[in-house]
């Protein structure tokens, strides 16, 4: 009754849908959404050197940027999203966080200009002494909460605290006064620690980020601050969606008018295709965007068309008279060259646009990038593997099955 390969074909054909169904729900909640379409709050910064420390360059500007994600990480409130535009500037985009109240926008506008003083209000250390980021927590040996530090020169720190033992060392953000622990003995080293007056870990924890925040590289200044509506954004994913799903739908079922066999393959692997690209981006934790989606549904576009090659090259082999395995095997090397050139060349476009772009055109490549990657993988080769088993198969044999007549059929 049924073949091996058709019993195959339908067990790749179920498996496949039934985790898809299982899972969907899943990925759909997976989904990070931008600012444009959760709303959100976005900051943008501008770098400018400390004085005494490092210049503003491409690696100090990265680094800063990795300090402030870290630094918002640890709040563990909002997931931002920071990129680096332009030679000296940062974007901090914050979705979901509406409120001026909010605790992520609070630390945000605190200042991070981070100086230690001694007790007649000289500075003896600031931001660019100590290691980016390297302000940790640990507990002593009685279980009490202490903040580690690292500076970047030993024989300075030793300096300082021989001027200071027996007195205290404030430390400040800007004019605010966070600690003022006091200083035992000379520390002659890159490390020391900071012990917590009321033993609060909450307290110590506040203190390292505040510390880990104005050891920042460069110092930022922040020249746009925009809160986000969702409303919009909201409805235009709406819109988008069902556009999308409805267009869709209308374009699987001409393929599969015109196509037949072709073109019922062709649903199977565009409907994986979509499902595959959504797994992928939350693998990587991508936030989808409105010029995401676009490229998105741009990426569905290019598997259709890829599909509709191959069918065409399959049928007109099938017209030129080769038998139904050769026409497949002929018609699908010949329009892997010309998918794979256009593929190839849009891969290399989005790759440009990727690096000469910001923000929402970086989003926009990379979607496209991955999205035509995971169409090679499902339009081409999967789409093959299955064509292969239904016609060597020999149940799918005539050429009608392929959206061809009889009477269009060239002898050899």
């Known amino acids: 009754m049924f073949g091996k390969r058709i019993i195959a074909f339908l067990a ?16 759909m909640d997976g989904v990070k959404l931008g600012l444009d379409l959760k709303g959100g709050y976005e900051v943008l910064y501008e770098a400018v050197p400390f004085e005494g420390g490092s210049d503003v ?49 609070q630390m945000l506008s605190k200042p991070i200009n981070l100086t230690f003083r001694a007790p007649d209000g000289t500075i003896m250390l600031n931001g660019t002494d100590f290691v980016e980021n390297a302000a940790g927590l640990q507990f002593d040996t009685l279980n009490r909460p202490v903040v580690t530090i690292e500076l970047k020169d030993a024989k300075k720190f030793e300096n300082v605290t021989s001027q200071l033992v027996g007195k205290t060392m404030s430390i400040y953000l800007d004019e605010e006064e966070i600690s003022s622990p006091l200083v035992k003995n000379v520390i002659a080293s890159k490390n020391a620690s900071i012990e917590m007056n009321n033993g609060s870990t909450e307290e110590a924890r506040e203190l390292r980020d505040l510390i880990n925040m104005g050891s920042l590289p460069l110092k930022l200044e ?16 709406k819109d988008t969606v069902t556009a999308g799903v409805i267009g869709s739908l209308i374009v699987l079922v001409f393929m599969v008018v015109i196509f037949r066999v072709p073109g019922f393959v062709a649903a199977i692997t565009i409907i994986t295709y979509a499902w595959l690209l959504l ?14 989606i676009a490229a998105f549904v741009l990426g569905v576009g290019m598997a259709v068309d890829a599909n509709i090659i191959t069918a065409e090259r ?40 990727y690096y000469i772009g910001d923000g929402a055109i970086k989003g926009f490549a990379l979607t496209m990038i991955f ?42």
């Open 12 to 27: 790749i054909v179920v498996v496949g849908f039934a985790a898809m169904a299982a899972t969907t729900p899943w990925v």
């Open 57 to 105: 360059t491409p690696e100090t500007l990265k680094k800063t940027a990795k300090s402030l994600q870290d630094r918002i990480d640890a709040s563990g409130l909002v997931e931002p999203e920071i990129t680096t535009e332009g030679k000296n500037r940062i974007r901090v985009k914050l979705p979901g966080i509406n409120s001026e109240d909010d605790a992520v926008l």
């Open 222 to 237: 922040a020249k746009y601050t925009q809160s986000v509506g969702a409303k919009l954004g909201m409805e235009s994913l």
């Open 279 to 292: 797994l992928v981006q939350n693998l990587m934790n991508a936030t989808l965007t409105l010029p995401g």
């Open 314 to 353: 399959i049928k007109e082999e099938i017209r030129s008279g080769k038998s139904m395995l050769s026409s497949l095997k002929t018609g699908s090397k010949n329009s892997f060259r010309t998918i794979m050139d256009a593929n190839i060349t849009s891969i290399i476009a989005s790759v440009v646009l």
């Open 371 to 412: 999205s035509i990657l995971v169409s090679i993988i499902t339009n081409i080769f999967l789409a093959r593997f299955l064509l292969t088993l239904l016609v060597r198969s020999n149940k799918f044999m005539k050429p009608g099955y392929y959206g061809v007549k009889e009477s269009e059929i060239r002898e050899l």
